[in-house]
């Protein structure tokens, strides 16, 4: 049955194809790479990520980093936490309050991180709770977009890949923006800046 | 609210024109959608080159449509997803109740898809005994109040804050207000109830990566990330025009599809799916189904004004920036692609007689075709349309009147005869009611060029 649908729907593009005359050219220019500013990878994450409303605190080194980890779970009095390398079952995972992840790379120019399957499971950690706290090296900030996909094509690509950009929102009411429809209402991240 | 049909858009288009709430909705949501795109865009200085590799992308899969599909379906498969192909609406919607049904499953979660609205996939699932629901919040305000979407990324964009706060008081017992936030809050604690429970996730797709096998869903809520991750069963459905070559494409159509749409840099999520989870304790459905639709799509390539329609991905620019659509929503369109894209697509997907007016119901000023990303000519389409609609030049009294016209015109005595004729008649009877009901008629000048001439 699908299969016979599959040689009909090809045998109708290759038809229609045949049948009709090539398109208008469309020259091609290739886009060149924009440099948006001259700040440093660290400084333009922070600032494109805190345009989106999420939250970047930039600590000394990694130690500096659990630190500042462990203040903001006190300071939101987080009773229970998930952590990406022991997640909890997609049915408990609905009960906790904070979601703990790392990423595997960052893009400055959006403020977006990018989390790799490969490297984690952060599918619902990330997503689930209504906080979700990102810790990243600096070395794994890039500048680009264009870069961050290079960066993904370096191996097999991997099943899943979430990039995110701030915390969940919405605008499908009157247009006015609400935070935290369906994902986190809130998002940290945590840059170690150890080289 | 009925659901309107194309056939009687100019009727629709009336009523809607009433409608002053609608109106208001209307003018504040694509001023504002305008207004957010243009900054947007003017943030690239390389905007105009995205706009033309993008289309060049676009074509270079479109004249090779057949390999690419082919390219992907190999890659997906591979990485163990199973593709399905759909000639028609009902095939899909067939293939995608079979496999719920097989698994015995009763409660579907959806993310806003435009493919499944079109193919009305809500009514054979429900039909096949199966709760569905619709977790995009505009979605879930169309559904709970039984209309169909009005703008392609906005679905509840004709409705106020107030409406909906009476609909979520009516429909889910909300305590009455218009707060957003609250409004937002309800439908997050509704949904997260039928996300933990759903059987069945289906998503739409915004790319599918021909070298890789890869489909791409973006989004800002959170709940296609919900729907494609949960559930033990995603299925994707997807026009077969989804396809692009290469995962470096995504550079640019990811740089244009959601400044053209809500204005932002990048939407908050991007959802990159390769074939399902490599080991069982990994997160993710346990399968991944993806279905390829046809639906009419593979006719238009006949035709290099008509495969234009083709390119399309979807960002809605085009709805806010025309005249039409600003004044009129997307209901009275009567199809699930409103706006300029939509009365192009409409008549080639549900046959050129079902929505015989929608290529009229432009003034084709063009301003669809100033903000497209993919440089699609609408108002070029439009025309073809037009053209396959009515070879018959015109109705018997038009011809009539150009027939007199051009012997007045050739005739130097008949052409002074109608001046001084015109200028008495505009006087006395009222001529050209039709042009003159919603605009002025300038009075014809009292002396002609030709007086002049021949005085000075």
């Known amino acids: 049955m699908s299969n016979s649908a599959r040689e009909v729907i090809l045998g109708s593009i290759r038809t229609h194809l045949a049948a009709s005359p090539p398109a208008d050219d469309h020259p091609v220019t290739p886009a060149n790479p924009v440099i948006l500013s001259n700040s440093d990878p660290i400084t333009r994450f922070k600032e494109s990520l805190e345009a989106v409303s999420g939250h970047c605190i930039i600590a000394t080194d990694a130690t500096d980093a659990t630190d500042v980890l462990k203040q903001i779970l006190t300071d939101l009095k987080a009773q229970r936490v998930a952590y990406s390398d022991n997640p909890p079952d997609k049915h408990d995972i609905f009960g906790f309050d904070v979601g703990v992840s790392t990423a595997q790379a960052a893009i400055a120019e959006t403020g977006t991180l990018v989390l790799d399957s490969a490297g984690e499971r952060h599918r619902l950690v990330s997503l689930v709770p209504p906080v979700h706290i990102a810790i990243i090296n600096a070395s794994c900030i890039v500048e680009t977009l264009s870069e961050a996909l290079t960066l993904l094509q370096k191996k097999e690509i991997s099943p899943a890949i979430t990039f995110i950009t701030g915390p969940s929102r919405t605008a499908d009411i009157e247009l006015t923006l609400a935070i935290g429809v369906h994902g986190p209402q809130q998002l940290y991240v945590i840059v170690d800046g150890s080289k | ?456």
């Open chain 2, 1 to 456: 609210m009925n659901h309107l049909s194309s056939e009687t858009f100019k009727e629709n288009a009336k009523a809607a024109l009433a409608d002053v709430q609608l109106r208001g909705a209307l003018k504040n949501a694509t001023s504002l959608f305008g207004e957010r795109r243009k900054e947007a865009a003017a943030g690239l200085p390389n905007w105009e080159d995205l706009r033309s590799q993008a289309r060049a992308i676009k074509d270079e899969v479109l004249l090779h449509l057949d390999r690419y599909l082919e390219e992907f379906v190999r890659n997906a498969e591979s990485r163990g997803a199973t593709v399905h192909w759909a000639r028609d609406a009902a095939e899909a919607n067939s293939i995608i109740c079979g496999l719920a049904t097989e698994r015995a499953a009763r409660i579907v979660v959806k993310s806003k898809s435009m493919t499944t609205e079109e193919t009305h996939l809500n009514e054979a699932l429900e039909a096949a005994g199966m709760q569905v629901v619709e977790t995009d919040l505009g979605e879930y305000i169309i559904q709970l109040a039984h209309e169909p979407p009005s703008h392609i990324i906005a679905p509840a964009i004709h409705k106020t804050r107030q409406q909906i706060g009476e609909l979520f008081t009516a429909e889910l017992g909300m305590p009455p207000t218009d707060n957003v936030d609250q409004m937002t809050s309800t439908a997050r604690m509704k949904l997260r109830d039928r996300f933990a429970a759903a059987d069945v996730g289906i998503s739409g797709v915004n790319f599918a990566i021909a070298e890789t096998g890869t489909i791409v869903i973006v989004e800002n809520e959170g709940n296609i990330r919900l729907t494609t991750s949960l559930p033990r069963l995603h299925i994707a459905v997807m026009g077969i025009e989804k396809v692009i070559p290469r995962f470096n494409d995504l550079d640019v159509f990811l740089k244009l599809l959601p400044r053209s749409g809500t204005g932002q840099r990048l939407t908050t999520y991007q959802s990159f799916i390769t074939g399902i989870k490599r080991a069982p304790s990994d997160e993710g459905p346990d399968e991944l189904h993806i279905v390829l639709l046809d639906n009419g799509r593979s006719r238009m390539l006949a035709h290099p004004v008509t495969r234009q329609s083709l390119a399309c991905i979807r960002c809605g620019a085009c709805l806010n920036a025309c005249p039409v659509y600003q004044q009129v929503g997307g209901h009275a369109y009567g199809s699930v692609y409103p706006g300029p894209i939509g009365a192009v697509i409409t008549p080639q997907l549900m046959g050129i007689q079902k929505a015989a007016q929608l290529p009229y119901a432009s003034s084709l000023c063009g301003a669809c075709r100033e903000v497209c990303p993919v440089k699609i000519d609408i108002p070029r389409l439009l025309l073809h349309l037009r053209g396959e609609i009515s070879p018959r030049k015109g109705s018997r009294a038009e011809r009539l009147a150009f027939k007199m016209w051009a012997r007045v015109m050739t005739s130097p005595s008949l052409y002074r005869l109608s001046s001084v004729a015109g200028r008495i008649l505009q006087r006395v009877m009222p001529i050209s009611r039709a042009w003159t009901k919603g605009r002025d008629l300038r009075p014809v000048e009292s002396k002609s060029f030709h007086d002049l001439w021949t005085n000075e």
